[in-house]
């Protein structure tokens, strides 16, 4: 039987021709239109699902960079007020070795004092440093004012109220970044390793382990003297400001014409036209004083004991009698916090002694210390302000040390973020060239395969249009 292809099987056959040609002309022009191969999902999902996961790894990627621009102002903000902290802290010590003059008189040393509060305010202000609304130095409670001034036990003393945490950023999968310090590490950190004592007044260290930080004073006040001067001459005041602690020997020497107190230096004994003859001072060799009246001197000579009672107290509030047998004394601040143990057996003088913990006094606390130094608030001598004053350098040193350990960490996490950017954006470079792999297309050869679904569209058109033509004689056969 002879079998030959109907009219509709020939309109099939040509449709599904035009339809094939037409289908890879348009898909050509729409990869040359878009540039992409990957058009839709259907053109290949793999590649499609490949693409989208490289693409939200570049999402990431922008997240971090993101991230690290926002970073960097709060880097560079907090290198620079480490670096101009450092400068104050250097301008300080020059005050402090200039203060230690011996040149210097008492209006000399106030006026260096007025420059190192200056200093001190100055160094606050970088301490409580801000970009924009939030603070630098508070750790992660960056809306509270890290530092502040306050009166403790009579003493003004500036405090950290942040906390110790950094603020953290990702630059990479996993990978942190802390982005700040917090105050405590720069200008508050403590390396308490022993306590030490001025020499003023005699007092020592107990057997006992003491407990706090910063400095402070150990206050000892004269009670009373006990014993009259003899020769007619009495204690002016009663003894009141007398700085006397323990026995001490006076001798008065009518024919030498002085008097002298212990071994201290023997002066002469004032004359009744002498301005100071009812409230004459004499010094023994620990540079406790006792106060005469000698306006009744007999011009006999006497040599007696005098002896002085004390108090002694932390915090000015809470006194206990001196008792100058005693080898490990308990005193404390409830306020501070601070316990000390002591030993009075070689107490002579009533007056303040500086303690403080080595390496736990913050930096603006050394300066502090230094003000009050030069400012002679305990009436020191020359040589004792001279000793009390060079004790603070060592405080003043490590805290300088400490401000520039913090602006190297500061420095190198700068340079860390810098690295990092560098390396996310040659990661996103190396992932876009993956998606571009998958996804763009090849215009030379999608242009070429364009022209080629013409031309084969054109042919097809043509033929079908043969194929397709009928006569009479077709229907007649």
Same mark, same amino acid.
């Given at each position: 039987m002879n079998i030959r292809p109907t009219q509709n099987t020939n309109y099939a056959l040509v449709r599904n021709g035009l339809a094939l040609n037409l289908s890879k002309l348009i898909t050509a022009q729409e990869q040359v239109s878009t540039g992409k191969k990957l058009v839709r999902i259907s053109d290949d999902p793999v590649a499609a699902s490949s693409v989208l996961?490289?693409? !939200?790894? #570049?999402? @990431?990627?922008? $997240?971090?960079? =993101?991230? #690290?621009?926002?970073?960097?102002? &709060?880097? $560079? *903000? @907090?290198?620079a007020s480490l670096n101009e902290a450092g400068t104050i802290l250097s301008e300080a010590r020059s005050k402090a070795i200039l203060g230690l003059s011996g040149t210097?008189?008492?209006?000399?040393?106030? *006026? +260096?004092?007025? =420059?190192? !509060?200056?200093?001190?305010?100055? &160094?606050? =202000?970088m301490g409580n440093a801000r970009l924009g609304d939030r603070y630098l130095f508070s750790g992660t409670a960056s809306t509270t004012q890290p530092f502040a001034e306050r009166e403790v036990s009579g003493l003004v003393r500036v405090e950290y109220a942040g906390n110790q945490e950094s603020r953290q950023i990702e630059i990479g999968s996993g990978v942190s970044l802390p982005m700040n310090l917090s105050g405590s590490e720069v200008f508050d950190r403590? =390396?308490?390793?022993? +306590?030490?004592?001025?020499?003023?007044?005699? &007092?020592?260290? @107990?057997? %006992?382990?003491?407990?706090g930080s910063g400095y402070g004073y150990v206050h000892i006040r004269h009670d009373a003297t006990l014993g009259s001067p003899g020769s007619g001459v009495s204690l002016a005041s009663g003894g009141l400001q007398d700085t006397l602690v323990g026995d001490r020997v006076l001798t008065i020497d009518a024919a030498a014409g002085t008097v002298q107190l212990g071994t201290g230096t023997p002066v002469a004994i004032p004359s009744a036209s002498n301005a100071a003859v009812a409230n004459y001072g004499v010094a023994d060799e620990n540079g406790a004083v006792v106060y005469l009246d000698f306006t009744g001197f007999d011009s006999t000579s006497s %040599?007696?004991?005098?002896?002085?009672e004390a108090s002694i107290s932390l915090d000015q509030t809470n006194w206990t009698a001196l008792d100058l047998n005693l080898t490990d004394l308990e005193l404390s601040d409830p306020e501070t916090g601070t316990i000390l143990h002591l030993d009075t057996r070689r107490v002579m003088r009533a007056t303040s002694e500086l303690y403080s913990f080595d390496g736990g006094v913050n930096a603006f606390d050394a300066i502090q210390g230094m003000i009050e130094d030069l400012e002679n608030i305990h009436d020191l001598t020359t040589p004792e302000l001279q000793a009390r004053l060079t004790s603070r350098l060592s405080d003043l040193d490590r805290n300088f040390e400490n401000v520039q350990r913090a602006q190297g960490t500061l420095g190198s996490r700068a340079q860390r973020l810098e690295s990092g950017a560098e390396r996310l954006s040659d990661f996103e470079i190396t992932l876009r060239g993956l998606v571009s792999d998958r996804e763009d297309a090849d215009l030379a050869s999608v242009i070429l395969e364009m022209t080629k679904a013409e031309q084969t569209l054109q042919v097809a058109q043509a033929s079908g249009t043969r194929l397709l033509q009928t006569t009479l004689?077709?229907?007649?056969r």
């Open positions: 996961a490289l693409k !939200r790894q #570049i999402g @990431g990627v922008n $997240q971090n960079q =993101e991230s #690290i621009d926002a970073s960097k102002p &709060l880097l $560079q *903000a @907090g290198m210097l008189g008492d209006g000399d040393r106030r *006026a +260096v004092a007025s =420059e190192l !509060r200056m200093l001190k305010t100055r &160094l606050l =202000e403590f =390396e308490v390793s022993s +306590v030490s004592l001025g020499s003023v007044t005699g &007092l020592g260290l @107990g057997t %006992t382990a003491n407990q %040599t007696v004991t005098l002896t002085g004689l077709d229907y007649l």
